[in-house]
């Protein structure tokens, strides 16, 4: 039975009881959005981009000087900025990689016939669901020497993991991990959902055993939706600020955004922080485009 495509309004509708085209419903939804985001992200992108080339201070009430290319040659000459980025890819790099192999290998324990499977989903989704601002100060508790649960449970006695120059950086990161690895099963729950059951029936009558299966039938499928995950955390670990701000103060854990806040918000340097913003999202940009690179050459695999 062919299927009927509604291209205009009903003539019986209210809009066209009214007089209102298809085109002016469409425009009707589509403008206010398009308004929306000329307000409250491009504009301040673009008056942000002009006040990169000055030394505007927003703490006081001096008119700001044109000052061309030098707030971006003496970022990018300052070690300190370098150190800061240094250890913010050290972060990504560890909770993105955490957030892949839970996540995943959580999603393969889910991806079978289990009791209660639905609620079990439910509740591994509950972390990500919650503010990083409670996240942050939930794992500050659990990681107090004093008191805190993890050091009981594994034995550590008072163990200092925010105060430790060496352990604080991992412990932002494993916070991270639980909070978004449910992301990263959800995603990839929905890939394994969508593998062809043929394809294991077929191993399994050739006797491929799991190894085989897994790097022959399910990572290759389930591969493009799995770089999506990677491509959106990555960038989300990138701008890392409200957990590891919470966390703690250590040097060692200053990332690139908890940087730029200091420097527009406590140093005044607007103008400067402004030139810090665009430098990080030319980074966050290209590091997006490789990744979507190698996305579209697993697509055509």
């Known amino acids: 039975m062919a299927t009927v495509v509604m291209t205009s309004l009903d003539a019986k509708s209210r809009a066209a009881s009214r007089g209102?085209?298809?085109?002016?419903?469409?425009?009707?939804?589509?403008?206010?959005?398009?308004?929306?985001?000329i307000v409250f992200n491009i504009f301040p992108l673009i008056y942000s981009l002009g006040y990169s080339f000055t030394d505007f201070r927003a703490s006081t009430n001096v008119?700001?000087?044109?000052?061309?290319?030098?707030?971006?040659?003496?970022?990018?000459?300052?070690?300190?900025?370098?150190?800061?980025?240094?250890?913010?890819?050290?972060?990504?790099?560890?909770?993105?990689?955490?957030?892949v192999v839970v996540g995943f290998g959580t999603a393969m324990l889910l991806?079978?016939?289990?009791?209660?499977?639905?609620?079990l989903t439910t509740l591994l989704l509950l972390p990500m669901m919650l503010?990083?601002?409670?996240?942050?100060?939930?794992?500050?508790?659990?990681?107090?020497?004093?008191f805190g649960i993890i050091n009981y449970a594994l034995g550590f006695g008072s163990f200092e993991w925010l105060s430790n120059p060496d352990m604080a950086l991992y412990a932002v990161a494993i916070t991270d991990i639980w909070m978004w690895s449910p992301f990263v099963m959800l995603l990839s729950l929905a890939g394994l959902s969508a593998v062809p059951k043929?394809?294991?029936?077929?191993?399994?009558?050739?006797r491929a055993g799991p190894f085989y299966?897994?790097?022959?039938?399910?990572?290759?499928?389930?591969?493009?939706?799995?770089?999506?995950?990677?491509?959106?955390?990555?960038?989300?670990?990138?701008?890392?600020?409200?957990?590891?701000?919470?966390?703690?103060?250590?040097?060692?854990?200053e990332v690139i955004s908890i940087?730029?806040?200091k420097m527009a918000f406590q140093e005044w340097q607007t103008g400067r922080s402004c030139a810090l913003a665009y430098i990080v999202?030319?980074?966050?940009?290209?590091?997006?485009?490789?990744?979507?690179?190698?996305l579209n050459k697993v697509k055509e695999r």
């Open 20 to 37: 209102m085209s298809d085109m002016k419903i469409r425009n009707l939804f589509i403008i206010p959005t398009i308004l929306f985001l």
């Open 63 to 99: 008119s700001a000087n044109f000052v061309g290319l030098q707030n971006y040659r003496e970022l990018l000459n300052d070690p300190f900025i370098w150190s800061n980025f240094a250890i913010t890819a050290k972060y990504v790099i560890v909770s993105v990689s955490g957030q």
């Open 111 to 119: 991806n079978r016939d289990i009791p209660l499977k639905g609620l």
């Open 131 to 146: 503010s990083m601002a409670v996240v942050g100060l939930f794992w500050k508790l659990l990681y107090d020497p004093s």
């Open 198 to 206: 043929h394809l294991y029936e077929a191993a399994a009558i050739d």
């Open 213 to 253: 299966t897994f790097f022959r039938i399910t990572l290759p499928l389930v591969a493009p939706i799995l770089m999506i995950a990677i491509i959106f955390r990555t960038m989300e670990a990138f701008k890392t600020f409200d957990i590891a701000y919470i966390l703690t103060s250590q040097p060692t854990t």
């Open 259 to 261: 940087r730029l806040y």
């Open 281 to 294: 999202l030319i980074m966050v940009l290209a590091i997006t485009n490789i990744y979507v690179k190698y």
